[in-house]
T-cell receptor, first 112, second 114 residues
């Protein structure tokens, strides 16, 4: 089944404790991205990647890191999480930048 | 700041009604347009792409007006299962910078009432 998977689905952590949210797709898509969704603010792009080893900042990259060492994986790293990073996070992939995106099921992160 | 704007609603309509949503965008370099549907706390799912000539998929019709810089979504014969938040997406490519910009609208909430 073609899909985007994210792990973990739910995470509660404390300020400053490094964490990684994994994202993987099995559709051989070139493009992957990360979003956060907050009430009243909608979906905002954090980082995107157009191919292996090619990443770029989206609208809200501060406090996040990403890497794209393999085509299928695009982990999101929070080196020192803070409470303002409490949010619902979605990973997405698409065949190319102008194509429709397929989203993972989301990761609900709470930073206390 | 390039923006994409949607009426947040909520739109409360009876079953069988026709409802239309608009989404305006400010970046004239925008090239790709989509409508997504998002159910509460779930991931967005593609509803339909929006083509220049307009396109229809069953009860759903999408239109693009480049001159006025908006896209629209029309839902005919609304069903209870259409209740969701509808998100528009606008994608622009900046050849000079070799980068692109993808922007989601904040969504329009639709509730179809029995």
């Amino acid at each position: 089944e073609a899909q985007v998977t994210q792990n973990p689905r739910y995470l509660i952590t404390v300020t400053g404790k490094k964490l990684t949210v994994t994202c993987s797709q099995n559709m051989n898509h070139e493009y992957m991205s990360w979003y956060r969704q907050d009430p009243g603010l909608g979906l905002r792009q954090i980082y995107y990647s157009m191919n292996v080893e090619v990443t770029d900042k989206g609208d809200v990259p501060e406090g996040y890191k990403v890497s794209r060492k393999e085509k299928r994986n695009f982990p999101l790293i929070l080196e020192s999480p803070s409470p303002n990073q409490t949010s619902l996070y979605f990973c997405a992939s698409s065949l190319e930048w102008r194509s429709e995106q397929y989203f993972g099921p989301g990761t609900r992160l709470t930073v206390t | 700041r390039k923006e994409v704007e949607q009426d947040p609603g909520p739109f409360n309509v009876p079953e069988g009604a026709t409802v239309a949503f608009n989404c305006t965008y400010s970046n004239s370099a925008s090239q790709s347009f989509f409508w997504y549907r998002q159910d509460c706390r779930k991931e967005p799912k593609l509803l339909m792409s929006v083509y220049s000539s307009g396109n229809e998929d069953g009860r759903f019709t999408a239109q693009l007006n480049r001159a006025s810089q908006y896209i629209s979504l029309l839902i005919r014969d609304s069903k209870l299962s259409d209740s969701a938040t509808y998100l528009c997406v606008v994608v622009a490519w900046f050849s000079g910078a070799g980068s692109y910009q993808l922007t989601f609208g904040k969504g329009t909430k639709l509730s179809v009432i029995p």
